[in-house]
């Protein structure tokens, strides 16, 4: 059993910042990428920025220099700098991560969600 939980989500005005964090929990053996979206209202979820265990980054155009994604493999964690925020951020955060569980097979698994709210 894995589980992800996210923090860091609220409610900052335009040009603040946020930092998400995601932790992983459970039977793991390791894991592989990392990742965070986004769904705003009436959208599709959407990819923000990705980190694989080598490091590698990837980001959604819309937040290329104002986004930093890192990780932690000893402490299991994501993290999502958020930087000169706009109103168009808005949404619900979720983290994702591919994790070999301890019984040698691969599963994707999503956090709860965390909102996220920029005020004009």
């Known amino acids: 059993q894995v589980q992800l939980v996210e923090s860091g989500g609220g409610l900052v005005q335009a040009g603040g910042s946020l930092r998400l964090s995601c932790a992983a929990y459970?039977?793991?053996?390791?894991?592989?990428?990392m990742g965070w979206y986004r769904q705003a209202p009436g959208k599709q979820r959407e990819l923000v920025a990705d980190i694989t265990s080598g490091g590698s980054t990837e980001y959604a155009d819309s937040v290329k220099g104002r986004f930093t994604i890192s990780r932690d493999n000893a402490k299991k964690m994501v993290y999502l700098q958020m930087g000169s925020l706009k109103p168009e951020d808005t949404a619900v955060y979720y983290c994702?991560?591919?994790?070999?569980?301890?019984?040698?097979?691969?599963?994707?698994?999503w956090g709860q969600g965390t909102q996220v709210t920029v005020s004009s």
């Open positions: 994702k991560m591919i994790i070999t569980t301890v019984g040698g097979l691969d599963y994707q698994y």
């Open positions: 459970g039977s793991i053996l390791s894991i592989n990428d």
